[in-house]
């Protein structure tokens, strides 16, 4: 399984995980909650806008910046 984390703040952050080729894991922690949903790739968006965020993703934490 593929999985992404976003730290919002000091006590927030959103988790994604791939479940398979459609199904997606959405883990919200707000304030101390956590809320579990499960969530089609449509439902997220588009292939283009995920792949997109990947693509950011891989760049700003993999980058040569020195």
Known sequence: MKSVNFQLDHH?????T????QLFEVRLE???RISIFYMTREQLGSDNRIEAMQKRLVSD???DKK
């Not at 927030?12 to 994604?16: F, G, K, M, W, Y």
């Not at 791939?18 to 080729?21: F, M, N, R």
């Open 61 to 63: 934490f993999f980058s």
């Open 30 to 32: 707000m304030n101390g």
């Open 12 to 16: 927030n952050s959103l988790e994604l």
């Open 18 to 21: 791939q479940i398979d080729d």
